[in-house]
């Protein structure tokens, strides 16, 4: 795919954001939902309310409603939210238009946050408030779970984790109880992704 040009924003705003999702030029997105989540959930006993920040088009969320858990799926700009829910149809509800960092939700209210291409959406001077918000918004035992990009570059998004990047992130916070690699990556994340389940530590 060529890249069209666009104007210079920081990644950290919504304009970024708005201007490929109006293009249509969204290379991040998987088109539909990952198996090491379909994997991970088809293991769990119970449902789970889950928050799914900067969600883009959405797919999880047809996903884990017919699962019959609770999901509310954020993004801050008003494209993505737009196309989200031209795809979710009657599930449209879910996915609400607001910043992860400053929206009102109520603290220790999720028992999941799913994260897909979310954390190397952002720049590295917003990660430790990343891993914050995360510790905030779950409950104590809560779960942080999906993917996570390894990358030594400088440029992004996506803004790789360099080589023990997320164990110092995640210090304190959360503990790790599983990793694997996932076995559908699409182009831009492949070989550099792995699949990751955090548990929240309650401090
Ligand atoms: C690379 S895209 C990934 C979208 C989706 N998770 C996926 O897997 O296709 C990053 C998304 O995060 C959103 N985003 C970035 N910063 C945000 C913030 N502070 N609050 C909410 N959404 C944000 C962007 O608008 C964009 O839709």
Known sequence: ???????????????????????????????GVPASLKRWAAAEPAPRSVLIPG????????????????????????????????TLGPLADKVVQADFFGGTFTPASFDLIYERAFLCALPRRLWSDWA??????????????????????ERGPPFGLRAGELADLMRDRFTL???????????????????????????
């Open 55 to 86: 969600c883009g088009s959405a797919w999880e969320v047809e996903f884990f409603a017919a699962l019959g858990w609770p999901v509310l799926a954020i993004d801050f700009s008003p494209a993505a939210v737009e196309a989200a829910r031209r």
């Open 132 to 153: 914050a918000r995360c510790h905030a918004l779950l409950k104590p035992t809560g779960r942080l779970v999906g993917f996570f990009y390894d990358d030594d570059s």
């Open 177 to 203: 109880e599983s990793a694997s690699t996932p076995t559908d990556s699409i182009e831009v994340f492949r070989g550099k992704e792995t699949w990751r389940v955090w548990r929240r530590i309650d401090r």
């Open 1 to 31: 795919m060529n890249t069209p040009t666009f104007p210079k924003h920081d990644p950290a705003t919504a304009d970024f954001w708005d201007v490929r999702y109006r293009e249509q030029f969204s290379p991040w997105d998987a088109g």
